[in-house]
């Protein structure tokens, strides 16, 4: 266990409305991520951060935002949910000042779009 | 991503069974990642290969980098239920700055 909470764990939500998704680490890592998950695409890298508000895009940021202003909580949003944004959401850290090394993650976010 | 294929997509094997499964990249790797998810969890970190043939072991599963071929593998011995869920590989590509990409996943079901 790498000491990281997301919240909330599930989520149900009307297409146009804002939604911001936590993720809460206990140990200072250095590098976050926000991933997706959905069948058939494995996961992909939404946005990632390498200190506080040192940030940036993934492969699929689109419609998505992110903050960090502590070390501890890094902040997905969605500005208007959409139904394509339907998925499982994972936070993670890696353990490593270079990043992208040994990620561990959190337990996930299932975020329904209606 | 499609820069990672992994093989089979899915399997159902018996208990006791070996089996194998494939991850191989189209870009140039920096370093391979293997990861479990158990349905409704996170990822579990499993290994983490870095150099051209190299193989390493936890318990019944064994990875192998081929650096030639681009490609790992992940081979698990006399297969139990508790092997059961979805494997996926990651890898850190050169073209993409070292960020982690992953392939779609294999799903594993063990049947005793």
């Known amino acids: 266990d790498a000491g990281i909470t997301q919240s909330p764990r599930h989520k149900v939500t009307e297409t146009g409305t804002p939604v911001t998704l936590r993720c809460h680490q206990t140990?200072?890592?250095?590098?976050m991520y926000w991933y997706r998950q959905d069948p058939g695409h494995g996961l992909r890298l939404i946005h990632y951060?390498?200190?506080?508000?040192?940030?940036d895009k993934g492969e699929v940021s689109d419609g998505y935002s992110v903050s960090r202003s502590k070390t501890e909580d890094f902040l997905l949003t969605l500005e208007s949910a959409t139904s394509s944004q339907t998925s499982v959401y994972f936070c993670?850290?890696?353990?490593?000042?270079?990043?992208?090394?040994?990620?561990?993650f959190g337990s996930g976010t299932q975020l329904s779009v209606l | 991503s499609q820069e990672l294929e992994q093989s089979p997509q899915s399997l159902i094997v018996q208990e006791g069974k070996n089996l194998t499964i494939n991850c191989t990249s189209s870009?140039?790797?920096?370093?391979l990642y293997w990861y479990k998810q158990k349905y409704g969890e996170g990822l579990i970190f499993l290994m983490m290969?870095?150099?051209?043939?190299e193989e390493k072991s936890h318990e019944k599963i064994t990875a192998k980098l081929d650096e030639k071929k681009q490609q790992s593998s992940l081979h698990i011995t006399a297969s139990q239920p508790s092997h059961a869920g979805i494997y996926l590989c990651?890898?850190?590509?050169?073209?993409?700055?070292?960020?982690?990409?992953f392939g779609a996943g294999t799903i594993l079901r063990v049947k005793s």
């Open positions: 993670a850290i890696s353990e490593s000042d270079r990043g992208f090394e040994k990620l561990f």
């Open positions: 140990e200072n890592h250095r590098y």
């Open positions: 951060s390498y200190g506080v508000k040192d940030t």
């Open positions: 870009k140039t790797l920096y370093g």
């Open positions: 290969l870095q150099k051209g043939g």
């Open positions: 990651g890898a850190t590509l050169m073209e993409y700055g070292n960020k982690l990409v």
